[in-house]
């Protein structure tokens, strides 16, 4: 698996608003986990409710600004991220961690 490429096209089909095709990024047991709204979201069903709601409600953009492959299945990430919400842009990090070719766990979190 080419974890830069996948990080590439996942942030690219983010910021398409393609729910469909953002949920095959992740592994059918994902668990997202993101302290910055106070919740963990567990299995596809959560990731399309938190992608719904933070992602295309706010029209948030995703920009990659680095990006550390810790080893073949662990990722960190740093993203700017602008949108209609108050700040207009936020910093902010996923962690990635990768099984079967997809998103087993992603804690992301604002800066």
């Keep these: 698996m080419d974890i830069t490429k996948f990080i590439e096209d996942w942030i690219s089909v983010s910021n398409s608003y393609d729910t469909e095709k953002y949920l095959e990024f992740y592994h059918t047991d994902t668990v997202l986990d993101d302290p910055s709204v106070g919740r963990k979201f567990l299995g596809k ?34 993203l700017e991220f602008t949108g209609v919400f108050s700040e207009g842009k936020l910093g902010g990090t996923f962690d990635l961690v990768f099984k079967d070719g997809k998103i087993i766990f992603a804690k992301a979190d604002l800066i």
């Excluded at 399309?48 to 810790?70: P, Q, R, S």
């Design 45 to 78: 069903q959560g990731v399309k409710e938190y992608f719904e709601n933070y992602f295309i409600e706010y029209k948030t953009h995703a920009k990659k600004i680095a990006v550390v492959l810790e080893d073949e299945t662990h990722a960190h990430l740093e």
